[in-house]
C-alpha cells in the first residue's frame, strides 16, 4: 500500500481527520481512537464478545442505539433512541460500567445523567455526530453576543435538540432554556414560548421549522435561519427582532438527503405505501409525508400496522432494513434509492465492541467519556428542565 511517507507529502490537518488518524478537541468526529483491535476477519468476535460480557457480568452495561449495525445490536442489553438509552443507564446504578453503542453525544449525555462512580466508554471515540458538530460553544457564544446586539436575547429562549453536545446542553441551561426530543419537540416549544417571546433553535434547523411549522401553527416567515459561518449570522437585526423562531443552520447528514423526489418516486413505484419519515427531514418531505414521528414513533407505528400494508421509510438504513426483517408480513422499503447509513454510527463495530469488552474485562479503562462538572450542571438543568415539561 503506498502512504503519504512513500509519497513524502504531510497530508493536511484536514486529510488527517478524514482517515480518523487525528485529534480534533472541538469536533465530535476524527477522533484517533487507539487500541490493538482484533481483525475484522477474525472469526471468534462473537464468542469473545459474549466471553468478554459474560466475565464482566452485572458490572457492564451495553446501550444500542436503534441505528447501530446488527452485529452490534445482539450484545445490547437494552435498544433504544438517545434519550431513553440515556435514562436506562442512570436506572443501572449498579453497572460500573456503561458501553455505549452510539455517537459520543449520547455518550456524553449518559455521563450526565449516570453517577460520578460510573464510567461511561464509547468503544470507537471516532463515532460523533456530524450535526452535533455543526453547533460549537465558540459559535453558539457569538450568536448569544449577535442576540445580545439586536436588543432580543432577554426575550430569547434557548431549546437544543438532544443532538447536541454538552457544551451546547449547558449554554442552554444556563441561559434558561430546555432540551428537546424528536418526541416533544412541541411540548418543548409550547414551554419555551411560556417563559420568552422567541426561541433560538439548537442545531437542527428541520426538526425546529418542522415542529413550529406543523406543530404550532407558525407559518415559515416567522422562522429565520442564523448561519454560524456568516457576520451577525447573515440576518439584519430587524429580521431576528421580527422572527418567532431563530433556527441554527444544521441539520442531519442521514436525514437531510431525503428528498421531495424521493417520496415522489416511491409513490410511483409502490402504488398505496405510506410514506412515514423521522421529523430531522427537509420540511417539504415531511410536509408531503403521510405520517412522521421519531424513531420510537417509528418502530411503533410499524408494530401497529396491518399484514399487506406498504411503507416507505425515512430514516436511518440500519433500522429501515432491521424493520424489514421484523415485518416479513409487510412490505418495508428505504425510502431513497441511494444507500444511505448514519457513517459514525456504523463506526463502532464488532472489533471495536470486542476491544472495549474485553479491556474492561481485563481490569483496563478505555475510551471513557467524560463531562467536566461545569458542564454537566449547566447541561443536567436544561435536561431537567425537559424532564419536568407538562
Ligand atoms: S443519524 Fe444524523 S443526527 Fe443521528 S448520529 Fe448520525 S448524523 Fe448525527
Same mark, same amino acid.
Given at each position: 500500500?503506498?502512504?503519504?511517507?512513500?509519497?513524502?507529502?504531510?497530508?493536511?490537518?484536514?486529510?488527517?481527520?478524514?482517515?480518523?488518524?487525528?485529534?480534533?478537541?472541538?469536533?465530535?468526529?476524527?477522533?484517533?481512537?487507539?487500541?490493538?483491535?482484533?481483525?475484522?476477519?477474525?472469526?471468534?468476535?462473537?464468542?469473545?464478545?459474549?466471553?468478554?460480557?459474560?466475565?464482566?457480568?452485572?458490572?457492564?452495561?451495553?446501550?444500542?442505539?436503534?441505528?447501530?449495525?446488527?452485529?452490534?445490536?445482539?450484545?445490547?442489553?437494552?435498544?433504544?433512541?438517545?434519550?431513553?438509552?440515556?435514562?436506562?443507564?442512570?436506572?443501572?446504578?449498579?453497572?460500573?460500567?456503561?458501553?455505549?453503542?452510539?455517537?459520543?453525544?449520547?455518550?456524553?449525555?449518559?455521563?450526565?445523567?449516570?453517577?460520578?462512580?460510573?464510567?461511561?466508554?464509547?468503544?470507537?471515540?471516532?463515532?460523533?455526530?456530524?450535526?452535533?458538530?455543526?453547533?460549537?460553544?465558540?459559535?453558539?457564544?457569538?450568536?448569544?453576543?449577535?442576540?445580545?446586539?439586536?436588543?432580543?436575547?432577554?426575550?430569547?429562549?434557548?431549546?437544543?435538540?438532544?443532538?447536541?453536545?454538552?457544551?451546547?446542553?449547558?449554554?442552554?441551561?444556563?441561559?434558561?432554556?430546555?432540551?428537546?426530543?424528536?418526541?416533544?419537540?412541541?411540548?418543548?416549544?409550547?414551554? +419555551?414560548?411560556?417563559?420568552?417571546?422567541?426561541?433560538?433553535?439548537?442545531?437542527?434547523?428541520?426538526?425546529?421549522? &418542522?415542529?413550529?411549522?406543523?406543530?404550532?401553527?407558525?407559518?415559515?416567515?416567522?422562522?429565520?435561519?442564523? &448561519?454560524?459561518?456568516?457576520? &451577525?449570522?447573515?440576518?439584519?437585526?430587524?429580521?431576528?427582532?421580527?422572527?418567532?423562531?431563530?433556527?441554527?443552520?444544521?441539520?442531519?447528514?442521514?436525514?437531510?438527503?431525503?428528498?421531495?423526489?424521493?417520496?415522489?418516486?416511491?409513490?410511483?413505484?409502490?402504488?398505496?405505501? &405510506?410514506?412515514?419519515?423521522?421529523?430531522?427531514?427537509?420540511?417539504?418531505?415531511?410536509?408531503?409525508?403521510?405520517?412522521?414521528?421519531?424513531?420510537?414513533?417509528?418502530?411503533?407505528?410499524?408494530?401497529?400496522?396491518?399484514?399487506?400494508?406498504?411503507?416507505?421509510?425515512?430514516?436511518?438504513?440500519?433500522?429501515?432494513?432491521?424493520?424489514?426483517?421484523?415485518?416479513?408480513?409487510?412490505?418495508?422499503?428505504?425510502?431513497?434509492?441511494?444507500?444511505?447509513?448514519?457513517?459514525?454510527?456504523?463506526?463502532?463495530?464488532?472489533?471495536?465492541?470486542?476491544?472495549?469488552?474485553?479491556?474492561? +474485562?481485563?481490569?483496563?479503562?478505555?475510551?471513557?467519556?467524560?463531562?467536566?462538572?461545569?458542564?454537566?450542571?449547566?447541561?443536567?438543568?436544561?435536561?431537567?428542565?425537559?424532564?419536568?415539561?407538562?
Amino acid at each position: 500500500m503506498t502512504t503519504a511517507h512513500d509519497l513524502d507529502v504531510t497530508p493536511t490537518p484536514l486529510a488527517l481527520l478524514l482517515l480518523g488518524r487525528e485529534a480534533d478537541p472541538k469536533s465530535e468526529r476524527g477522533v484517533d481512537c487507539p487500541g490493538d483491535l482484533p481483525a475484522p476477519s477474525d472469526p471468534d468476535l462473537v464468542a469473545r464478545a459474549r466471553a468478554a460480557k459474560e466475565k464482566l457480568g452485572d458490572k457492564v452495561f451495553v446501550l444500542g442505539h436503534h441505528y447501530q449495525r446488527d452485529e452490534v445490536i445482539q450484545f445490547a442489553d437494552v435498544t433504544g433512541d438517545s434519550f431513553k438509552l440515556a435514562q436506562q443507564a442512570a436506572a443501572r446504578p449498579e453497572a460500573e460500567y456503561i458501553v455505549f453503542c452510539g455517537v459520543h453525544f449520547m455518550a456524553e449525555s449518559a455521563d450526565i445523567l449516570t453517577t460520578d462512580d460510573q464510567r461511561v466508554v464509547l468503544p470507537d471515540l471516532a463515532a460523533g455526530c456530524s450535526m452535533a458538530d455543526m453547533a460549537t460553544a465558540e459559535q453558539v457564544a457569538e450568536c448569544w453576543d449577535v442576540l445580545t446586539e439586536a436588543g432580543i436575547a432577554d426575550a430569547v429562549v434557548p431549546v437544543s435538540y438532544m443532538n447536541s453536545s454538552a457544551d451546547i446542553k449547558a449554554f442552554t441551561g444556563k441561559h434558561g432554556g430546555t432540551i428537546c426530543t424528536s418526541s416533544n419537540a412541541k411540548r418543548a416549544l409550547e414551554w +419555551a414560548f411560556e417563559q420568552g417571546e422567541k426561541v433560538l433553535f439548537l442545531p437542527d434547523q428541520h426538526l425546529g421549522r &418542522n415542529t413550529a411549522v406543523r406543530d404550532m401553527g407558525m407559518s415559515l416567515d416567522d422562522c429565520v435561519l442564523y &448561519n454560524p459561518h456568516k457576520p &451577525n449570522g447573515g440576518l439584519t437585526a430587524e429580521q431576528l427582532r421580527d422572527a418567532k423562531m431563530i433556527l441554527w443552520r444544521g441539520h442531519c447528514s442521514v436525514h437531510g438527503r431525503f428528498s421531495l423526489d424521493s417520496v415522489n418516486d416511491v409513490r410511483e413505484r409502490i402504488p398505496g405505501v &405510506n410514506v412515514l419519515v423521522h421529523p430531522e427531514c427537509k420540511h417539504e418531505v415531511v410536509e408531503s409525508a403521510d405520517y412522521v414521528g421519531s424513531t420510537e414513533y417509528i418502530i411503533k407505528a410499524l408494530d401497529a400496522a396491518p399484514a399487506g400494508s406498504k411503507w416507505a421509510i425515512g430514516t436511518e438504513l440500519n433500522l429501515v432494513r432491521r424493520l424489514a426483517k421484523q415485518h416479513p408480513d409487510k412490505e418495508v422499503v428505504f425510502l431513497d434509492k441511494t444507500v444511505c447509513f448514519c457513517s459514525t454510527m456504523n463506526r463502532i463495530d464488532l472489533p471495536h465492541l470486542v476491544w472495549a469488552l474485553e479491556s474492561l +474485562a481485563d481490569g483496563k479503562l478505555i475510551n471513557q467519556i467524560s463531562v467536566d462538572r461545569e458542564t454537566e450542571d449547566f447541561a443536567k438543568l436544561a435536561l431537567e428542565r425537559m424532564l419536568a415539561l407538562p
